[in-house]
């Protein structure tokens, strides 16, 4: 496609090879090459172009197959890629690597056989983070489609390395319009990290311009703002306990994504601290006016802090693996002093946690929490935390809990030790040897008790091995030399995790995840009685709750604690109309006739593959844009492309909606085709059930309301105007419990 010179695209000028690869999976060694794309670039001239398919064994998964357009027919009298290693390390000599995402390109090789060191390369989807940070998205796919770049064939290796190819040209010219002062840093900084962006910086030729460009200012964008209608009876709320001592409120709040922000304006000036803890900050924060945010305190949670003085250490390093090096340059071009302002990527995120972000005991911190007055806003979680260490609310300060439903999720949460492998990591470079000799010997012990489960619970003969032993000494002796406070934080919480005495009252457990990450874990068994203890019992709180009875919050509420309920008038704003399918209607018909923007809610991601596999070609040939939870990249990928089609469907499942931020009327139908029942192997709440006398009851059905709730609520916030909400689940017709679930959202969605 591009032989011979590709002016008017601007490259640096060393040779590089743009590749990538069609996959039979993700996992190099287990899956395997079904085709190769290069193209060799030296002085802005294409010299060689390659593509081959080749043979493997074993079959190519379906959902591979919607996702390449690879079928075993393509296969036929093709070679296996062993065949072309001598053309590939000719067309490789001498060059940089570049590709989108290439880390895994390259591990595909090298997990094939290719006898590759490592080579000098450069990620496109790293720079792309750098230098379009106002992007919702970093897929190739999406890049393409607001960048204006070339991406044909679809789906295949050659399509994908010219866009790659454009892609690099149009980072290349940002990089060059950037000051001369900041590109000089940019290359300083670079010249210490892996060899493809030490060449990259280095070829600028600081001929630039005289001003940061627009792009590199301020890069996250507000959402669209909307407001609800709350009634002048919120300002009679008091929490002023009659008794004088601490006392536990409750209300009810409409299905509206709009009730905090008038809530927030309703609220009667506080004569002392007021803390108001929501479930996620940063997305409540998008959904506030800049003039409401300024009249109250914000206090972001300790790991999205800069720790004052590690950006200095950290770009002080004698040398940068390739993560460090891209968030280093983000660190000079940003300025950040929170997380969100800076266009994080991937494995960039262990980095921060590792080397950067403050921690609880940090005295930033410790000077942020204690200068905080007024009505202060933070996460649950950190609210939490603060309790647990008695640095928060105090006796006489109100406690306002909003989203109460996710309460017993983000307690756990707060309660809980993490000791992330991958984070330690991270964290042990540059670091004494002895920190990775004990991570070693950690993944070791962590492999011959998990075993092959992904989830194993620990039981009290595990931690009493001589194995564990040599491992509980060998941490005491790494706790003594000089860590960041980032690892130190992690190592305190693995010696809690291999002390059997401080495990009593607690579930604990080791991990796999399906991206390969290990960590071990340990949450307590009653969180209703953590909550008495560190909140309840100290200050006046209240809970704003979905409707329903006292019943539906065991495990927030202990049974004897005695609950005032507050009431106050409220519009039921943008409620969506809600219908139940006819059982003939199933959702297969509903997909082959379907436009517009639609959200299903799927139970599994075994269901989501089928459907992705069974309708993906379908719905293209119709225009409509099949996105799939698992196979269309992460959420904000999704999210972006999802906005950007003219027609699409996302399936996903209940769980991973409730995060979703899309803005108003962005969505037309949402069909939800199962109740979301929480998963019966669940590790913590599995065992939590078990408590209960008649579990289903208590337990278990309580927490499918709660998530009801949600679910409609964070659709009436992006729904249009003729937007409705569609169950196909049957069970609401059939069975004695979908009597109590009708009625339950025919409360939440009618005046």
């Not at 311009?209 to 200012?217: D, E, F, L, Q, R």
């Not at 919120?234 to 009810?252: H, Y």
């Not at 009730?259 to 506030?288: G, Y």
């Not at 280093?328 to 266009?343: I, Q, R, T, W």
Request: charged share 25%.
């Amino acid at each position: 496609m591009f032989r011979g010179s590709i002016s008017p695209m601007k490259f640096p000028p060393f040779p590089f090879i743009v590749l990538d690869t069609e996959t039979t999976g993700l996992f190099p060694r287990k899956d395997h090459i079904l085709e190769l794309a290069i193209v060799r670039v030296e002085a802005v001239e294409v010299v060689a172009e390659f593509d081959s398919l080749y043979s493997v064994e074993g079959d190519i998964p379906p959902h591979v197959q919607v996702l390449t357009r690879i079928r075993p027919g393509d296969l036929a009298g093709k070679q296996p890629i062993t065949f072309d290693f001598p053309k590939i390390q000719k067309l490789l000599d001498g060059a940089i690597i570049i590709g989108h995402n290439i880390g895994y390109d390259l591990s595909m090789l090298t997990g094939d056989g290719f006898p590759m060191e490592e080579p000098p390369w450069i990620d496109t989807a790293m720079l792309a983070s750098l230098l379009f940070p106002e992007l919702e998205s970093l897929s190739l796919g999406y890049l393409s489609t607001v960048l204006s770049l070339p991406h044909e064939p679809k789906h295949r290796a050659l399509g994908y390395v010219h866009a790659t190819l454009q892609l690099f040209s149009k980072e290349w010219e940002r990089l060059m319009s950037l000051p001369m002062d900041m590109q000089k840093k940019m290359q300083a900084l670079a010249e210490r990290g892996p060899g493809g962006y030490a060449a990259l910086f280095s070829a600028l030729d600081h001929s630039a311009g005289k001003t940061i460009p627009s792009w590199a200012v301020g890069h996250r964008k507000k959402r669209a703002l909307r407001s609800g209608t709350v009634q002048d009876a919120l300002t009679k709320i008091s929490l002023q306990s009659e008794s004088g001592e601490p006392e536990l409120f409750l209300t009810r709040v409409p299905a509206s994504p709009f009730f905090l922000p008038d809530l927030l304006r309703s609220l009667p000036k506080a004569s002392s601290r007021r803390w108001i803890a929501v479930k996620n900050l940063e997305a409540t924060l998008r959904t506030i006016s800049e003039e409401l945010q300024a009249e109250h305190t914000i206090l972001f949670p300790p790991g999205h802090l800069l720790e004052p003085g590690s950006r200095a250490t950290f770009l002080a390093q004698a040398a940068f693996t390739a993560p460090e090096v891209t968030l280093g340059l983000k660190l000079l071009l940003f300025a950040p002093n929170v997380l969100s302002d800076l266009p994080i990527h991937s494995e960039e995120y262990d980095v921060w946690k590792a080397k950067i972000a403050c921690t609880a005991l940090s005295p930033f911190y410790e000077e942020k929490r204690d200068a905080a007055k007024g009505t202060i806003l933070l996460d649950h979680q950190q609210l939490l935390e603060l309790l647990q260490e008695e640095k928060g609310p105090q006796s006489g300060e109100e406690v306002i809990i909003d989203d109460a439903s996710m309460l017993e999720d983000t307690a756990t949460k707060a309660a809980r030790w993490l000791v992330p492998l991958d984070v330690l990591r991270a964290g042990a470079e540059g670091a004494d040897p002895a920190l990775t000799r004990l991570l070693d010997l950690l993944e070791v012990w962590v492999g011959r008790v998990r075993g092959e489960l992904t989830i194993r619970y620990l039981v009290e003969a595990d931690l009493k091995t001589p194995e564990t032993r040599g491992l509980q000494e060998r941490l005491k002796e790494v706790l003594k030399l000089p860590l960041t406070e980032q690892v130190r934080t992690y190592l305190f919480d693995l010696q809690n995790f291999l002390t059997p005495e401080r495990l009593e009252g607690r579930l604990a457990w080791m991990e796999l995840f399906r991206d390969g990450t290990q960590v071990l874990q340990s949450v307590p068994e009653n969180v209703a009685s953590l909550l008495w203890e560190i909140l309840y019992d100290r200050c006046c709180t209240l809970l704003l709750l979905p409707p329903g009875g006292r019943t539906g919050f065991p495990a927030i509420v202990p049974r004897q604690i005695d609950v005032r309920e507050l009431s106050f008038d409220t519009k039921k704003d943008n409620q969506p109309p809600l219908a139940y399918a006819d059982p003939r209607l199933t959702l297969d018909r509903l997909l082959a006739h379907a436009e517009g923007k639609i959200i299903a809610l799927l139970p599994s991601k075994r269901v989501i593959e089928q459907l992705f596999i069974k309708y993906t070609e379908v719905l293209e040939e119709r225009g409509v844009t099949l996105i799939a939870q698992g196979f269309s990249g992460g959420q904000g990928r999704m999210q972006a492309e999802f906005l950007a089609a003219q027609n699409a469907i996302w399936l996903l499942t209940p769980w991973m909606y409730e995060g979703i931020e899309l803005p108003p009327e962005s969505v037309d139908h949402l069909w939800i085709t199962a109740l979301p029942f929480d998963h019966p192997s669940h590790a913590v709440l599995s065992r939590r059930a078990e408590r209960y006398e008649k579990p289903f009851e208590e337990y278990l059905l309580p927490r499918l309301f709660h998530r009801l709730f949600r679910i409609l609520r964070t659709y009436t916030g992006h729904r249009t105007e003729d937007g409705g909400v569609l169950i196909l689940d049957d069970r609401v017709r059939i069975k004695d419990y979908g009597v109590r679930v009708r009625q339950y959202l025919k409360d939440l969605t009618s005046e």
